[in-house]
């Protein structure tokens, strides 16, 4: 059974930095792109970014909302994929969740989130 | 890029078919049909129901179905069943590797 549990969430001040984990069961990690997503308290799902399988580089990709503050990385030998937020804003409070990429640019199974909340 | 437009609600008895629309633009849901849509009961993991517009996962009831034409998607649950209420997102790929979703459906069975 595929699972996604995310982790690390917490309050933090803004300007301070919070790294989230997304630990994966029951399916070859290293195979599959990897997602993190978020949804403000009353908002829709916002896409966050993704990191590629390293069979195709292992390269990341950013919603501009988070490009130069947020890194994505994976550690594949312990199924393992981060979420590195620096630079906090408090529009960053959110539940954040990592999501397997399925095809077609769907995301096939979720974790049920981290909450993350950001104020002084 | 704008998220994209999903309404606010929708509802149905049970029984009745009931359709959600998602409207983007030309370089995102018109572009691709690489269009999902996922189900989200709060305080669960989401669950993709609908990918590459109509098709369905494994184990999703084919009582779920995507369309689109133009700028605009659709989700159409048909015999609501109570446990179809839950919030519902689309998804559109936009190009330049972004992924756009939309602000969501509550959709309530009355």
């Known amino acids: 059974e595929v699972q996604l549990v995310e982790s690390g969430g917490g309050l933090e001040q803004p300007g301070r930095s919070l790294r989230l984990f997304c630990t994966a069961s029951?399916?070859?990690?290293?195979?599959?792109?990897m997602d993190w997503l978020r949804q403000a308290p009353g908002k829709g799902l916002e896409w966050v970014g993704f990191i590629r399988s390293k069979t195709y580089g292992g390269t990341t990709e950013y919603a501009a909302s988070v490009k130069g503050r947020f890194i994505i990385s994976r550690d594949d030998s312990k199924s393992i994929a981060h979420l590195q937020m620096n630079s906090l804003k408090t529009e960053d409070t959110a539940v954040y969740y990592c999501?397997?990429?399925?095809?077609?640019?769907?995301?096939?199974?979720w974790g049920q989130g981290t909450l993350v909340t950001v104020s002084s | 890029q704008s998220a994209l437009t999903q309404p606010p609600s929708a509802s149905g008895s049970p029984g009745q078919s009931v359709t959600i629309s998602c409207t983007g633009t030309s370089s995102d849901v018109g572009a691709y049909n690489y269009v999902s849509w996922y189900q989200y009961h709060p305080g669960k993991a989401p669950k993709l129901m609908i990918y590459e517009v109509s098709k369905r996962p494994s184990g999703v009831p084919d009582r779920f179905s995507g369309s689109k034409s133009g700028n605009t998607a659709s989700l159409t649950v048909s015999g609501l069943q109570a446990e179809d209420e839950a919030d519902y997102y689309c998804s559109s790929y936009a190009g330049n590797n972004i992924l756009l979703f939309g602000g969501g459906t509550k959709l309530t069975v009355l």
């Open positions: 029951g399916f070859s990690f290293g195979d599959y792109g």
């Open positions: 999501a397997r990429q399925g095809g077609a640019w769907s995301r096939d199974y």
